[in-house]
């Protein structure tokens, strides 16, 4: 089947501008991560669904970063009043269930803010 | 939080064996070992895991230190598209901390 979608692709914002990230994990996973990447550096977890629960929100950088998934699918990452430092690739993952270790990445949103 | 330290990175000829190292000594007995790769411009892509005995699947092998501490990532021949960051982690119920991984270059 499709695997962990996410759109748009790549976006550019202006400093101060509010951006949506899309991901569309895979039909019937329970479990959603996002993760932000910076250049050269490894992915750092920002936070987990299981279901449209959020049980861990421990990773978001601050107050500017937001996360939905009101019907246990799809997931929004928001970020209110971009700043350069936000630039980064932000990769979503999701997993069968609790229990399933194995996560599967979707391809990344690449966040430019100018 | 248990922590991976491993090479920055590694290189290999094509069609060799690579062995890519994995110190974890403050590991616990319930973290599981996971590898991860991720090639240019993509997600992370998961290799294989495994707990105490070495494992196998069809993209590499894991051989597991009998006391744990150590792990090392076989690829029984590299190949270009094999070129990309390595990434072990110790995880835990879907706990994944990534660290800066080993990036192999695959020599032709």
């Known amino acids: 089947g499709a695997g962990v979608s996410q759109s748009p692709r790549y976006k550019v914002a202006k400093r101060g501008q509010d951006v949506a990230l899309r991901c569309d994990p895979i039909s019937g996973h329970v479990s959603l991560f996002w993760y932000q990447q910076a250049l050269g550096q490894g992915p750092e977890f920002l936070t987990y669904?299981?279901?449209?629960?959020?049980?861990?929100k421990s990773g978001l950088p601050s107050d500017r970063f937001f996360a939905e998934r009101p019907e246990g699918s799809v997931s929004t990452l928001k970020i209110q009043r971009t700043q350069q430092e936000d630039s980064a690739v932000y990769l979503c993952?999701?997993?069968?269930?609790?229990?399933?270790?194995?996560?599967?990445f979707g391809p990344g949103t690449r966040l430019l803010v100018l | 939080d248990a922590k991976t330290t491993q090479p920055n990175s590694m290189e290999s000829n094509e069609e060799e064996p690579v062995h890519l190292p994995c110190n974890h000594s403050t590991i616990s007995g319930t973290d599981y070992i996971h590898w991860y790769r991720q090639l240019p411009s993509q997600g992370p892509e998961y290799v294989i895991h495994?707990?105490?005995s070495n494992v196998n699947n069809r993209m590499a092998s894991l051989a597991i230190a009998e006391d744990r501490k150590s792990s090392t990532l076989i690829l029984h021949r590299a190949t270009l598209r094999d070129a990309a960051v390595y990434y072990c982690?110790?995880?835990?119920?879907?706990?994944?901390?990534f660290g800066a991984g080993t990036r192999l270059t695959v020599k032709p």
């Open positions: 669904f299981q279901n449209e629960a959020q049980l861990d």
């Open positions: 495994g707990l105490t």
């Open positions: 993952a999701s997993s069968f269930d609790p229990s399933q270790e194995t996560q599967y």
């Open positions: 982690i110790l995880t835990i119920n879907n706990d994944m901390r």
